[in-house]
């Protein structure tokens, strides 16, 4: 199995209402998406695909609808006052924690026709959360591919 990792970036504000630290407070990131995408063999120019195919679909849909944006969950009591002035923002059924947005991404690249393996969201330097289906390849710790 190949692999091909490519990294995008982009920030968003959050917060977690149920958390019971810190996370709890409106609070942004400046994060990393790593989007693996795996193959059995090569294509014709030798690879699992251009790094390009990786980035166009998925900055335009990271663009459009995560980045420099503020995610809440739906239920959340800001919501009321964001429409009313005008801010962007997005409502999510569920909390807006860096496994769902690795999953939202993972399902964008899925969308987008893209075979991802997996999708890790690096939410600090230290920090990240992954999103991948059975049998995917997964990352070691210096963000490689372990096939």
Not at 109 to 134: D, I
Request: proline fraction near 5%; include cysteine; aromatic fraction near 6%.
């Amino acid at each position: 199995m190949y692999s091909i990792t490519k990294e995008i970036y982009f920030c968003y504000g959050h917060r977690l209402m149920q958390h019971p630290g810190k996370c709890k407070n409106l609070h942004g990131h400046s994060v990393k998406a790593a989007i693996t995408v795996s193959a059995s063999s090569l294509n014709q120019q030798g690879m699992v695909c251009d790094f390009a195919d990786i980035q166009h679909p998925l900055a335009r849909y990271i663009d459009s609808e995560l980045d420099h944006n503020l995610l809440l969950h739906r239920d959340d009591p800001l919501i009321g006052h964001l429409v009313e002035s005008g801010e962007r923002f997005t409502a999510l059924d569920e909390p807006p924690t860096a496994e769902v947005l690795a999953r939202m991404i993972y399902q964008a690249a899925r969308q987008a026709g893209l075979p991802v393996s997996s999708v890790t969201l690096w939410e600090t330097a230290s920090a990240c959360a992954r999103y991948s289906e059975a049998d995917a390849p997964a990352l070691c710790e210096s963000g490689t591919v372990v096939v």
